[in-house]
């Protein structure tokens, strides 16, 4: 397992932007699927999107496709969710995950993933 820590999270307004940051202790990071997934009060946790260990390899969720991105720099250990035209919907805790096996092109469970961080809130108003 990894440690896992997000930072970035905050308020912002309907069509601004943010960009969250996960942080890996391990010295083994590139050698992790990584992966975001978002909670919303009340509702189950929702993929958003993965990134192949050398960060090639990408999927974003059809339901933030185009808005958000992915992205990893394994000389930093850290992984990256862009957020653009963001909207009331987006409002949710988010959280990255790692998950050992290989990158699997398509919506991934939060089951696939064995590790965590304790996620960061993200509040967007209208």
């Known amino acids: 397992q990894v440690q896992l820590v997000e930072s970035g999270g905050g308020l912002v307004q309907a069509g601004g932007s943010l960009r969250l940051s996960c942080a890996s202790s391990?010295?083994?990071?590139?050698?992790?699927?990584m992966g975001w997934f978002r909670q919303a009060p009340g509702k189950e946790r929702m993929f958003v999107g993965s990134?192949?260990?050398?960060?090639?390899?990408?999927y974003i969720a059809s339901s933030v496709k185009g808005r958000f991105t992915i992205s990893r720099d394994n000389t930093k250990n850290t992984m990256y969710l862009q957020m653009n035209s963001l909207k009331p919907e987006d409002t949710a805790v988010y959280y990255c995950?790692?998950?050992?096996?290989?990158?699997?092109?398509?919506?991934?469970?939060?089951?696939?993933?064995?590790?965590w961080g304790q996620g960061t809130q993200v509040t967007v108003s209208s």
């Open positions: 990134i192949s260990g050398t960060g090639r390899s990408t």
């Open positions: 391990g010295r083994t990071f590139s050698r992790y699927t």
């Open positions: 995950a790692a998950d050992a096996y290989v990158f699997r092109d398509g919506p991934r469970g939060s089951g696939d993933f064995g590790s």
